[in-house]
Structure formats: structure tokens, C-alpha cells
């Protein structure tokens, strides 16, 4: 996926990617506002899509090939529900319904610099057991940024992510991981959800990368589904999904995204 080098930013740079995560934090709030029983994922997307284009950027998911012989993806969001990991397609067949949870996941170009982040919704109420499976799988999220500080390793980062989820017994998806972040989606470090301390790539102030976690509730095994993306859970139990694009500082990691926004409008 993320070949090479890490780039490490300069701070102009990372003033420009505080905008697009800025943006990418907003649309997610928006589209955010209008989930709920009875709406299909494909007028999430259209909603995202149109936010995203008024506001001077380009979603970056939309045509994105990952590797060769991959069709492009041809959407702006990634909106998986209940077992769907994550690339879950919108459709205008897919309703929400009262009780599901929906993980939306989006990427923003703006003035040259990639945004990158995802927030698991409850649809309306959800079953106790969801609900925790959500507040666990954002807590894994800051568990790992704590650990991105210079002079740390992209195992440290994994391994506090998998301590946290697998203590409340849950899984860590493998096959999927975080990732460097600037001006392409994907750059290096990968940044596994498991993994063990001290091993790795060594982080580096002003390095950026993605951090999300992809939380089964049942078995962490996976599969992709027959429209090429759509990945859930082998087992079909609930998945979660939360992600952050971060800046490794000294001490204390940087947070370019938010919940905030979402947490303002959304009850949850
Ligand atoms: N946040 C995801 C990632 O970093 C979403 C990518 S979807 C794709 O991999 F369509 F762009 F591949
Ligand atoms: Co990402």
C-alpha cells in the first residue's frame, strides 16, 4: 500500500492539512446530522460530496485505485454498516434502519493536502452491546495517538490499540491498517491496529499518519464481498471503525481532526 520513505511535513504543510482535516471533520458532521432511519447511504454520499465541493476541495476516495487491477472506487464516503469493516459502498438499496450502526469514513484534497478521517453513528437507539463496542473502539483510537510521540515506534502506536480492544475481548481486524498521510492518501508508515512495542518505524516530529482502528466484536477474520471492496466481518457480528489523522510532536501528538463537530450535532 504505502511504499518508501515516511515524509516528514514542514509546518507550512501542516498548517495547510490542519484545513483539509478541518474540512473532512465538518463533512462528517454533516453528513452526520442527517443519519437516521429511513435514509440510504447513497444520500450520505451525495450529501458529503456536495458539502465537500462547496467548500473548494475534491474528495479523494472518489476514482482512488489502491493498486493495479482494483476497480477505482467510485464513491466520495465509505459507509459500512453493522458487520461491514470499512469500503462499504454506498447504494441507494442500502436504508438505515433503527438500531444500526453505520461507520462513515471520508477523505478530503484541499489546496494539495490530503484530510483523512471515520466516525462510527448509531442509527437511532442502539443495543447496549454496540454501543460499547463503539466507546471502546474510539477509546482504542486515543489509546494509540498517546503513543505518537517522537522517539516512539509505529508498534508502540499498534500495540496500545491492541492491548486496549482485546482486554474487553474484542478483535483487531489484520488485514487493514493506518497510514501515512500528505499529499496522497496513502505514504508510509503502515500502521497496523496490533502488533508488538519498540518495533517498527521509528516516529519523527512533523511526520503525519492515519490512525484507525477496525474493532470486531466477534472474530477478526474478514472478507471482501463481490462488489471488490466491501470488507465485513467473516462471522458477521458488528465491526467499528474510527480514524484520525495525527501529527507526531514531542510529548504530546497533534490531532488535526475532530469529533467535535459530530459530538455537538449527534447525540451519542
Ligand atoms: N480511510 C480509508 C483508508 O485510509 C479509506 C480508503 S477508501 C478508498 O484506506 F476508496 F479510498 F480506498
Ligand atoms: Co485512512
Known sequence: MAKGKPIIKTEEEIEIMRESCLLVSKTLAEVGKNIKPGISTFQL??????????NGAIPVFKDYKPYKDVK?????????????????????????QEGDIISVDCGVVKNGFVGDSAYTF?????SPKKKRLLEATKQSLYKGIQRAVTGNFVGDVSNAVQMYVESLGYSVVREMVGHGVGKNLHEAPEVPNYGRRRT?????ERMVI???????????AIKTADDEWTVYASDRHPSAHFEHTV???TGKAEILTTFEFIEASVNS
Open 247 to 249: 501529527v507526531i510532536r
Open 122 to 126: 448509531p442509527v437511532g437507539v442502539i
Open 200 to 204: 517498527g518505524q521509528l516516529l519523527r
Open 45 to 54: 454520499d451525495a450529501i458529503a460530496e456536495e458539502f465537500i465541493l462547496d
Open 72 to 96: 477505482a472506487y467510485p464513491y466520495t464516503l465509505c459507509t459500512s454498516v453493522n458487520e461491514e469493516v470499512v469500503h462499504g459502498m454506498p447504494s441507494k438499496n442500502r436504508i438505515l
Open 210 to 220: 492515519a490512525i484507525e482502528p477496525m474493532i470486531n466484536m466477534g472474530k477478526a
